[in-house]
T-cell receptor, first 114, second 115 residues
Framework: NAGVMQNPRHLVRRRGQEARLRCSPV?????VYWYRQLPEEGLKFMVY????????ESGMPKERFSAEFPKEGPSILRIQQVVRGDSAAYFC????????????FGEGSRLTVL | AQSVTQLGSHVSVSEGALVLLRCNYS??????LFWYVQYPNQGLQLLLK??????LVKGINGFEAEFKKSETSFHLTKPSAHMSDAAEYFC?????????????FGKGTKLTVNP
């Protein structure tokens, strides 16, 4: 499967725990975007990364959330000390950076905070 | 700032009927416009996109959309609905600023197709 791979698909955490969501982009893609989808809402942009760089984090909450895209390995979205409001579907998308306008989306990671 | 408004969070049509999903956008620069489809518990799949050129854009599964600058609209249509079209549809806009393909999405429209 050459598409965007996200894991885990489902994650359950208790309040105060940490959640780590992983995203492997399409092979050859070096641009990664993270989006959050809450019930009855569209996808909200969180962060845009290129290898080893955060390009735009204007949609990231100021606290508890961080993202990285290392030189080797998947991109990781990390949520520390989760709260119930963090329950959502988190989608990763990748692109080749050629301004084609197309993002390729993964199937999402669904986080439930108890 | 860019924004997208999708009129109607739920649309219901009969199988074989016309599908019309409405999208209006706001952008300070010539936009790139997209329609994505999401099936339950899946990611988003690109249906079609408008970047430059012809304003009537054809996509997959028989869908098409027309970019109307004067109306700031990009409505999605399909002449004849099929049961398999039942899904949620998202309109999105991008300006490609700084080389970014960051998209701003509407809240989505859930399409139900009745037999």
């Amino acid at each position: 499967n050459a598409g965007v791979m996200q894991n885990p698909r489902h994650l359950v955490r208790r309040r105060g725990q940490e959640a780590r969501l992983r995203c492997s982009p399409v092979k050859g893609h070096s641009h990664v975007y993270w989006y959050r989808q809450l019930p009855e809402e569209g996808l909200k942009f969180m962060v845009y990364l290129q290898k080893e760089n955060i390009i735009d984090e204007s949609g990231m909450p100021k606290e508890r959330f961080s993202a990285e895209f290392p030189k080797e390995g998947p991109s990781i979205l990390r949520i520390q000390q989760v709260v119930r409001g963090d329950s959502a579907a988190y989608f990763c998308a990748s692109s080749g950076g050629y301004i084609t306008g197309e993002l390729f989306f993964g199937e999402g990671s669904r986080l439930t905070v108890l | 700032a860019q924004s997208v408004t999708q009129l109607g969070s739920h649309v219901s049509v009969s199988e074989g009927a016309l599908v019309l999903l409405r999208c209006n956008y706001s952008s300070s620069v010539p936009p790139y416009l997209f329609w994505y489809v999401q099936y339950p518990n899946q990611g988003l799949q690109l249906l079609l996109k408008y970047t430059t050129g012809a304003t009537l854009v054809k996509g997959i599964n028989g869908f098409e959309a027309e970019f109307k600058k004067s109306e700031t609209s990009f409505h999605l249509t399909k002449p004849s609905a099929h049961m398999s079209d039942a899904a949620e549809y998202f309109c999105a806009v991008s300006d490609g600023e700084g080389g970014s393909e960051k998209l701003v999405f509407g809240k989505g429209t859930k399409l139900t197709v009745n037999p």
